[in-house]
């Protein structure tokens, strides 16, 4: 009878880890004061950012207040020719849209439109403007184009292709009006919702001291702080 026959196990054998340690690149030590100059630059940039931010929204706003007052200037323009108003917030709405995407819809250009008659008038934003050489040049501009833009055209195309010198002249004027404007945009149009005069002031007032974001101006006018 034949038995089968056992091949015995072969073991492999395991290979040694390689006992040579890996190169690694070494890491200066940080100076004793490392975290004192950190600090410093971070509260810099943070400031920075945050003055940025500030700038930023207020030239917007200074943006929409001069949106709004080349609207209501166009339509009292154009105002003995029927429908002519939401006609003009159509196309403006229409163009700006394709141009410079979401924001521009005819309920924010209405609201732009009532931003500026809002403020028009008011001291502040006189004082601010003043009766400067810029300020009469933009006028005549202004004046300019009322008899020339159709309805179709952006009232506010030199914004986005602006001849050399009215570019300079516009930028000095969002500047001008800037200043009167240090809320962001959306306070404003809260605010917008205040009829009465003397309370949208002290609720502007007040959210500027307290530095109040737009939910706490919202919360503070409906409890009628």
Not at 12 to 36: F, G, I, L, Q, T
Not at 68 to 76: N, T
Not at 113 to 129: G, V
Not at 194 to 216: D, H, I
């Amino acid at each position: 009878m034949q038995t089968d026959h056992i091949q015995p196990a072969v073991t492999v054998p395991m290979s040694k880890p390689s006992a040579k340690p890996k190169n690694r690149k070494a890491v200066p030590a940080k100076p004793s004061d490392y975290n004192e100059v950190l600090t410093s630059v971070v509260e810099l940039l943070d400031a920075a950012r945050r003055a940025s931010a500030r700038v930023v929204n207020s030239l917007m706003t200074a943006t929409y207040w001069e949106i709004g007052r080349r609207i209501v200037e166009h339509e009292q323009a154009g105002s003995k020719r029927a429908g002519y108003g939401e006609a003009l917030l159509e196309g403006l709405s229409r163009d700006l849209t394709r141009r410079f995407g979401r924001g521009f819809g005819i309920i924010q250009l209405r609201t732009m439109r009532q931003f500026y008659a809002t403020h028009a008038l008011t001291d502040k934003i006189q004082s601010e403007i003043g009766e400067s050489p810029i300020r009469q040049s933009l006028i005549d501009e202004s004046a300019k184009s009322l008899g020339i833009a159709p309805i179709g055209q952006s009232a506010i195309d030199e914004f986005s292709h602006p001849r050399p010198a009215t570019r300079s002249f516009v930028l000095e004027r969002l500047g001008r009006i800037a200043q009167a404007f240090p809320l962001p945009w959306t306070h404003y149009v809260r605010l917008l919702r205040v009829r009465n005069a003397l309370a949208r002031e002290f609720y502007t007032r007040e959210a500027l001291a307290g530095g109040w974001s737009v939910r706490q101006l919202d919360r503070q006018i409906n409890a009628q702080f």
